[in-house]
Nanobody, 127 residues
């Protein structure tokens, strides 16, 4: 089993920055790809960013490319999402996820490919 705990959410003004963190514990001896998804009220869960462990390959949704950065701290089994130049449409609950699959962006961008999820952290962006 794997446990994922997100932190760092909170109210932020448009144009501001926020860093989310996801701490993984449990069966993480072999590092797996992890990702961030978000779900706005009344909308489907959507892919934000993903990262592999071994070679640090990263993948981003087009809507956040250039403004969001996903990175990891191997020693602490933690993945972060640095969000800059936030827009009101970024308002959502952000979820951390871990997948046992290996692949490319087409694999990592599908929420159905993820085996473990955190509880989510709210990020309201005010205009």
């Amino acid at each position: 089993q794997v446990q994922l705990v997100e932190s760092g959410g909170g109210l932020v003004q448009a144009g501001g920055s926020l860093r989310l963190s996801c701490a993984a514990s449990g069966r993480t001896g072999t590092m797996y790809p992890m990702a961030w998804f978000r779900q706005a009220p009344g909308k489907e869960r959507e892919f934000v960013a993903a990262i592999k462990w071994g070679i640090s390959s990263t993948y981003y949704a087009d809507s956040v490319k250039g403004r969001f950065t996903i990175f990891r701290d191997n020693a602490k089994n933690t993945v972060h999402l640095q969000m800059n130049s936030l827009k009101p449409d970024a308002t959502a609950v952000y979820y951390c996820a871990l997948t046992l699959f290996q692949g490319d962006r087409s694999v990592y961008s599908r929420h159905s490919n993820y085996n473990y999820w955190g509880q989510g952290t709210q990020v309201p962006v005010s205009s």
